[in-house]
């Protein structure tokens, strides 16, 4: 008979985590109130669907963070333990229960109690605007999700500056649309062989979680998808989806007053890698984690993987259902919208130029690049302070209430009042970075004027110092302590014999042979860095005859991409940038990774010069240039330490 109302109201309240029932007599999964984490229904003897199905239901124990790797991704992954209902006793006889009326019944009392109800509506191939103005309006529509697909275009993150993400100048003389998004992260490349998706929740539908735990969840659930179309994915934190080691998607999330705002990106077949190379102003920077690969190979397709082409219905089909599952979501389909008129997504200015008073630098963190521009008064006051980055936070307006929070202040206070700001915004969420990056970022800026006047440089001069100071070293603690200079080969002539080697004659037809002419004059072993694989063996030598700081030339994308590098030698170091043919303007990184890249960068020589006359002498200083030697410092060389000068430099 069937169960009553009341008793089965009890039943919602003991178990806390019944959403629905699908096809009970299956023994399908179960999910829980909240969240779509999937459990089966147990039986006793072995949990057999052949034995007799004894009631039993899971209840949470405790939370914890889920593993999105794992086919169960539901959104509030929980610890179960077995609660027993003994109305939902009864025989089973291969896995079909003896009992449909009372079947029937808790499925009639249990469907979708806590589940939300979500509009689906497929959005096409719309122009980048269109799309833009589209997901502009879509908070407001929350619960809502939205597809779409988009022309040869540029999505910025909602952080970042456009003059460091693409290359704007390609962008207008191609009419290349570029649009910013409304969540973080980094710029993105997007064209017909994509498939792009906006959702957005209620924040109390998701609870009080943070963007680490969203963006997993979603990670889970597009992984979740995947294996439904038959291919093997894996989430990778924060945000990309890979297969293989090669991304094939990736997700974006942000706060948005009382909605929850979660973006995505999946390849559905091949990009064109070139148009992509000519776009984004750093093409790597994102795409490869360890090493260089070509864009080909970083990224790979539903299609490549397959070996076929996958309908486009069938996959949103599967994503939908997954996100469902993971957000406990009931979806609604809805026929497509007319997309709001485009002036309401405005046009991102391509040819922003920050102000040549602004003292600018940045600091790479686990979340992305964060850079801070500071203008200020004569007397040392901040007038302007704007943070930008490649980064996900909430709330979407932290940054700007950062630097509102250092308006006024004199720099040398910058520091307390950055914390006092971020103190005053409730809920602050940083994905991958924290209070001590942004304090060491505010440091790094504050500290433009006096190298300023202490080296003789002028505001665009001093905004070029790259000070990589790992124990929070200021940059003349750190020349006065330098005995190694690193060069970059890609600064020599393009013909020279020691372009790809270690070494100098010191010939007088390009800046390297003056560097290499300063070091010596000073005593400082010079090393020519001529691939990556070399700059690792310097760095790790050095690491191991403990050489305390070193001075260098390399460009800002150079630093950025192999921070990694820098960050593990654990030595301070002064870098002066590098100008004109860089292998990151010309898109040449996979070659000069290699050794093989030919254009000719030039070093800023004004500014090496100025720099270098705060390194001291060292004993000997002023014979031949000692060149650092050793395996693992000069590929090729024979055994030796850093600290031993070589009489046969410039051989």
Known sequence: MPVPLKRRNQIVMQAQVLQWFDCLDQFTPVRHVGSSCKMRMRSNAAHSPDSIHDGTILAPLDARLD?????????????????????????????????????????????????????????????????????????????????????????????????????????LEQGIEVVRRATGGGALYLDPSQLWWSLALPVNHLGDVGLARI???????????????????????????????????????????????????????????????????????KLSREGVLSARQRLVSLENVTGSATDL??????????????????????????????????????????????????????????????????????????????????????FARLGTGLRGRLLQDCGKALVRALGAVPGADLLGFGVGDLQRLVALVTARREQGVRFGLDREQSNTLIVHNPHGEDATEILERATVMLVPYCAKLADCKFRFRDGCSECGKCEVGDAYAMARERGLRVVSITNFEHLQETLEGMRADEVPAYVGMCCESFYLKRHHAFEAAGIPAVLTDITGATCYELREEDLAYAGRFRAEAHLKLDVVEKVMRFVPRLPGAGEDVPQASGPALHAGAGSGSVRRKRKDAGT
């Open 67 to 171: 593993d999105p790797n794992q086919p169960s991704t539901g959104f509030g992954n929980l610890e179960w333990v077995p609660q027993h209902i003994p109305e939902l006793q009864r025989q089973s006889t291969n896995g079909r229960a003896e009992e449909p009326n009372m079947t029937a019944a808790v499925l009639e009392s249990l469907e979708h109690p806590r589940s939300l109800s979500c509009r689906v509506y497929d959005g096409g191939l719309r122009s980048a605007r269109e799309n833009a103005a589209q997901d502009a309006v879509l908070p407001a529509l929350a619960p809502a999700l939205r597809f779409s697909r988009y022309p040869v275009s540029a999505v910025l993150g909602a952080h970042e500056r456009a003059g460091i993400a693409v290359r704007g100048e390609h962008c």
């Open 313 to 398: 219905a069938r996959i949103r089909e599967a994503l939908s259902q997954a996100f469902a599952d993971a957000f406990a979501l009931r979806l609604v389909s809805e026929a497509t919208r007319e997309a709001p008129p485009t002036e309401c997504c405005p046009a991102v200015a391509l040819d922003e130029k920050p102000s040549a008073d602004a003292m600018k630098a940045f600091v790479k963190t686990g979340g992305g690049a964060i850079y801070l521009a500071i203008e200020a008064d004569p007397q040392g006051r901040v007038v302007q302070a704007n943070f930008s980055g490649a980064v996900q936070f909430a709330p979407s307006d932290l």
């Open 215 to 285: 963006l997993q969840t979603h990670g889970g659930a597009m992984v979740a998808a995947l294996r439904q179309l038959g291919v093997a994915a894996q989430f990778v934190f924060p945000n990309d989806i890979e297969v293989q080691g090669r991304k094939i998607g990736s997700g974006f999330a942000g706060r948005l007053g009382d909605c929850i705002l979660i973006q995505g990106s999946l390849l559905v077949t091949p990009p064109d890698a070139e148009s992509m190379l000519k776009i984004l102003r750093v093409p790597t920077e």
